[in-house]
């Protein structure tokens, strides 16, 4: 039973440029979270989603920044117009239905640097 | 004051040793408590769930102190391999999206 499968693993983009990170979750999981870490600080939410429909994007930033999870195929999130400020580790949580925010299991992450 | 605080660490013990870490969480309505390890540049692996009676696995031990609104994790034993960065996570009785909040972190470091 694969995890939590994120792509790519390490992402270099320049300023300006658009980022694309993709989570694909857990066999039989529906729910799909993204979390941003900076070093030395804890893991921030930034988005929930079920397939096809945003639960809750309250920690997700209103500009740059959107996210989806269609009915066929991985969630996306993705980052417009990058920022220096943008790099930091980008994980994925999925959990499975029924059971939504109790139990998440993470991808091993996209590390965004922007130069 | 914050959601969900840890103290940073580290805490640096010998192999053998017993540690224990503390979380507070504000929200005296919190439901679910949950335990994870993340090892440096590494994803958060979920180590175990908290439950009201306190729960045990091996050498660790999770505990829930409603009343005064904090959960422990009790290491027995320590190896050198449970040195990593240990957090917490809270989630809300109610509100509907049911998002976890994650501490900070208390890292741990074992030494021979």
């Known amino acids: 039973n694969a995890g939590v499968m994120q792509n790519p693993r390490h992402l270099v983009r320049r300023r300006g440029q658009e980022a694309r990170l993709r989570c694909s979750p857990m066999?039989?999981?529906?729910?799909v979270y993204w979390y941003r870490q900076l070093p030395e600080e804890g893991l921030k939410f930034m988005v929930y989603l079920q397939k096809e429909n945003i639960i809750d994007e309250s920690g997700m930033p209103k500009e740059r920044f959107s996210a989806e999870f269609p009915k066929e195929g991985p969630s996306i999130l993705r980052i417009q117009q990058v920022v220096r400020g943008d790099s930091a580790a980008y994980f994925c949580a999925s959990s499975p239905p029924g059971l939504s925010g109790y139990e998440q299991y993470f991808g091993p992450g996209t590390r965004l640097t922007v130069t | 004051r914050k959601e969900v605080e840890q103290d940073p660490g580290p805490f640096n013990v010998p192999e053998g040793a017993t540690v224990a870490f503390n979380c507070t969480y504000s929200n005296s309505a919190s439901q679910s408590f949950f335990w994870y390890r993340q090892d440096c540049r590494k994803e958060p692996k979920l180590l175990m769930s908290v439950y009201s009676s306190g729960n045990e696995d091996g050498r660790f031990t999770a505990q829930l102190n409603r009343a005064s609104q904090y959960i422990s994790l009790l290491i027995r034993d320590s190896k050198l391999s449970d040195s990593a960065t240990y957090l917490c996570a809270v989630t809300p009785a109610s509100g509907g999206s049911y998002i976890p909040t994650f501490g900070r972190g208390t890292s741990l470091i074992v030494h021979p």
């Open positions: 066999k039989g999981h529906s729910h």
